[in-house]
Nanobody, 114 residues
């Protein structure tokens, strides 16, 4: 059974930083590409960042240069370091893996507000 669990969300002021974590179980973590998505109120879920099994990364243009995706295969955990946060980054952030079908975590709320 594939399970993904996000942690590390919270409230931060504009310009601040947060690090999200996604712990995975039920998969051979090191063999799988992983992604972070986010969904803001009233908007569609969007891809934020993606990391391949080999560590190659891609980012949405709106977060490029501010967010960093990484993975620790020994800990079976993926991370999203978010710096220079803006109010428009406010959303629920979801961890995603595709193993025959998409799997999602429950999400972590990130609120950027003064």
């Amino acid at each position: 059974q594939v399970q993904l669990m996000e942690s590390g969300g919270g409230l931060v002021q504009p310009g601040g930083s947060l690090r999200l974590s996604c712990a995975a179980s039920g998969i051979i973590f090191s063999d799988n590409a992983m992604s972070w998505f986010r969904q803001a109120p009233g908007k569609q879920r969007e891809l934020v960042a993606h990391i391949t099994s080999g560590g190659t990364t891609t980012y949405a243009d709106v977060v490029k240069g501010r967010f960093t995706i990484s993975r620790d295969n020994a800990r079976r955990t993926m991370y999203l370091q978010m710096n220079s946060l803006k109010p428009e980054d406010t959303a629920v952030y979801y961890c995603n893996v595709v193993v025959m079908r998409p799997y999602w975590g429950r999400g972590a709320q990130v609120t950027v507000s003064s």
